[in-house]
């Protein structure tokens, strides 16, 4: 058998076809880089009054995509107001969870299901002394390392509210209000309610979100005393 060197011809055409091949690996590797898209961007905010039974959503997309994003399969009207990308919506409805949310992406919707467990405001004593700490039910689970409760106190008399922030993690859904806490509440009347926060993140290739959730219960008579 004949070596390539022997045939001149025989060892460009190799050549020829070695270099062919490469081209042709280089141009498919550009055209998949080509095809990568950037995932579409959402902040936003879920608020759910309990009072009301208002549920309100608003979020800013990027980039801004033909369509609207959608709650409950209702498409969310445009908020300029707040910028390109902005939309709101708001619904009237008993409290579920999750909250069903679809996002225009930029090859196909993203569904989004939200997900968060309200407190109560039930269980919060109707007369609390100052002097002492205070220890009640404002769930059925413990809070997560990424949520916190604010306990709000509205004075009957129209002055400045005070508020009272619990921290996550905990262990059970009881919940307790320190006495140092609450010494710097004045003796009164007041309107309590809890507000439960959490942060959403999440990060998918076709979406990445950051959702504030807020549940805000009703309001419960509180008296407080020395």
Not at 125 to 143: D, E, T, Y
Not at 159 to 181: D, F, H, Y
């Amino acid at each position: 058998m004949r070596s390539l060197n022997a045939n001149p011809f025989l060892f460009s055409q190799v050549i020829a076809y070695g270099v062919l091949t490469l081209l042709l690996a280089f141009l498919l590797c550009t055209c998949d880089r080509a095809a990568e898209t950037t995932p579409t961007t959402l902040v936003g905010n879920v608020r759910y009054d309990e009072s009301s039974q208002v549920l309100s959503v608003d979020v800013a997309i990027d980039p801004v995509n033909s369509g609207f994003p959608s709650l409950y399969g209702s498409a969310m009207p445009a908020f300029p107001a707040a910028g390109a990308g902005h939309f709101r919506g708001r619904r009237t409805l008993p409290f579920t969870s999750p909250i069903k949310l679809t996002v225009p992406c930029t090859t196909s919707p993203c569904l989004l299901d939200i997900a968060f467990t309200p407190p109560f405001a039930d269980s919060i004593p109707a007369i609390i002394n100052k002097k002492q700490s205070v220890r009640f039910a404002a769930g059925n689970i413990g809070l997560l390392a990424t949520e916190n409760l604010v306990a709000f106190f509205e004075p009957d008399n129209r002055a400045a509210p005070r508020r009272i922030l619990l921290q996550g993690p905990t262990s059970t859904g009881r919940l307790s209000l320190p006495k140092e806490a609450l010494s710097d509440i004045p003796e009164g009347k007041y309107q309590v309610y809890l507000v439960k926060q959490q942060l959403q993140k999440d990060s998918l290739s076709t979406l990445q979100s950051s959702i504030q959730t807020e549940y805000f219960t009703r309001m419960v008579p509180v008296e407080i005393k020395e």
